[in-house]
């Protein structure tokens, strides 16, 4: 159960989501929802049929396509948008975000954003970099729900000398949307990440690839008696691909470093296949089962 101390006053009088896609519109559903989050929600995306539909969902009070409007007169803006857009819309708003205003961001990395943002942040205003680690393969303003970030985390990379006041107020953001939130430097989210979420999405796109190059031998059977083990990786590999793409070319270091760990790894369980050396893998797959086994040991407690 999670326990919030609510504020009479909500945290942000006039909160800013920057792309109303899952993740955007899982935050203003679930402020609606819960309460203590915002007086008022504006709502900017850049696409037309974006902005049209979350009006109709009614996921805000004001709609706008205008980043540098959206943010006039806010004291909470939260970047929801992929992450390759971060340096363009920091200078775009910058100019107009107001003394006091906290400044946040749910993308999936975390060097290459405070990169790409800091160096536009004026000294009034606070940047508190999070990332909510919890989401769908489903994109898009009807994708969101409310209690998507339930019982997940939210991970906090403030820059050093942030505003301890601004600090928590994401938090608060966090724990009310049901999320538990730890606070970590970039670096380490960076790699931490790569292995968890961003190497297994680069598997399941690259398996589905090349199941898909096998077309002529097999396509149809790979459709047809997909085991569950291969639809795993198809709902995972369904994800959007300019969020994915983004996500890759930023975390370029860390994801290659997993990967290029994750090849030795994959290189010597096909060796042992080859020589037929029978416990390396019998061990390795009680390894996986172990895991399995902790996280739903985590999940369930
Ligand atoms: N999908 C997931 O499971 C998770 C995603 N994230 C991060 O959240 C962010 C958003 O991801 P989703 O909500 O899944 O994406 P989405 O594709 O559902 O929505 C993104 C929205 O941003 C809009 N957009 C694109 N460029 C824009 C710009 N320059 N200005 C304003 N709006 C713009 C798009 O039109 C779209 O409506 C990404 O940075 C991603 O890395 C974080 C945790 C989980
Ligand atoms: O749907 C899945 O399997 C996910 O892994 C969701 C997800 C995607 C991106 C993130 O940065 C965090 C969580």
């Given at each position: 159960?999670?326990?919030?101390?609510?504020?009479?006053?909500?945290?942000?009088?006039?909160?800013?989501?920057?792309?109303?896609?899952?993740?955007g519109?899982?935050?203003?559903?679930?402020?609606?929802?819960?309460?203590?989050?915002?007086?008022?929600?504006?709502?900017?995306?850049?696409?037309?049929?974006?902005?049209?539909?979350?009006?109709e969902l009614?996921?805000g009070?004001?709609?706008?396509?205008?980043?540098?409007?959206a943010?006039?007169?806010?004291?909470?803006?939260?970047?929801?948008?992929?992450?390759?857009?971060?340096?363009?819309?920091?200078?775009?708003?910058?100019?107009?975000l107001?003394?006091?205003?906290?400044?946040?961001?749910?993308?999936?990395?975390?060097?290459?954003?405070m990169?790409?943002?800091?160096?536009?942040?004026?000294?009034n205003?606070a940047?508190?970099?999070?990332?909510?680690?919890?989401?769908t393969?489903?994109?898009?303003?009807?994708?969101?729900?409310?209690?998507?970030?339930?019982?997940?985390?939210?991970?906090?990379?403030?820059?050093?000398?942030?505003?301890?006041?601004?600090?928590?107020?994401?938090?608060?953001?966090?724990k009310?949307?049901?999320a538990?939130?730890?606070?970590?430097?970039?670096?380490h989210?960076?790699?931490?990440?790569?292995?968890v979420?961003?190497?297994?999405?680069?598997i399941?796109?690259?398996?589905?690839g090349?199941?898909?190059?096998?077309?002529?031998?097999?396509?149809?059977?790979?459709?047809?008696?997909a085991?569950?083990?291969?639809?795993?990786?198809?709902?995972?590999?369904?994800?959007?691909?300019?969020?994915?793409r983004d996500?890759?070319?930023?975390n370029?270091?860390?994801l290659?470093?997993?990967?290029a760990?994750?090849?030795?790894?994959?290189?010597?369980?096909?060796?042992?296949?080859?020589?037929?050396?029978?416990?390396?893998?019998?061990?390795?797959?009680?390894r996986?089962?172990?895991?399995?086994?902790s996280?739903?040991?985590?999940?369930?407690?």
């Amino acid at each position: 159960m999670f326990m919030v101390e609510r504020m009479v006053e909500p945290i942000f009088k006039r909160l800013v989501i920057i792309g109303i896609g899952l993740i955007g519109s899982s935050i203003t559903r679930g402020a609606r929802a819960y309460g203590g989050i915002a007086d008022k929600i504006v709502i900017c995306d850049t696409s037309p049929a974006a902005l049209a539909r979350a009006e109709e969902l009614g996921l805000g009070d004001e709609y706008t396509s205008d980043p540098a409007k959206a943010v006039a007169g806010a004291d909470g803006v939260i970047l929801c948008a992929p992450v390759g857009t971060y340096a363009a819309l920091a200078q775009a708003i910058a100019p107009h975000l107001a003394p006091g205003c906290v400044l946040s961001d749910v993308g999936s990395t975390k060097q290459s954003v405070m990169q790409d943002i800091t160096p536009f942040v004026p000294a009034n205003v606070a940047f508190v970099p999070a990332h909510p680690i919890a989401g769908t393969e489903f994109s898009g303003p009807d994708a969101g729900l409310a209690d998507l970030f339930r019982g997940r985390w939210s991970l906090l990379t403030p820059p050093a000398g942030t505003a301890e006041a601004a600090i928590v107020k994401i938090e608060t953001m966090w724990k009310i949307l049901g999320a538990q939130t730890a606070r970590m430097d970039a670096a380490h989210h960076d790699r931490v990440i790569a292995i968890v979420s961003h190497l297994p999405h680069l598997i399941a796109f690259t398996i589905c690839g090349t199941a898909d190059d096998l077309a002529g031998e097999t396509r149809g059977e790979v459709l047809q008696f997909a085991a569950s083990g291969f639809r795993d990786f198809t709902r995972i590999a369904a994800s959007d691909p300019v969020m994915w793409r983004d996500i890759f070319l930023n975390n370029k270091d860390a994801l290659l470093e997993m990967f290029a760990r994750f090849s030795e790894d994959a290189q010597a369980m096909a060796r042992a296949v080859r020589k037929g050396d029978a416990d390396y893998i019998e061990d390795k797959i009680n390894r996986s089962r172990k895991i399995r086994k902790s996280l739903i040991d985590i999940k369930q407690a």
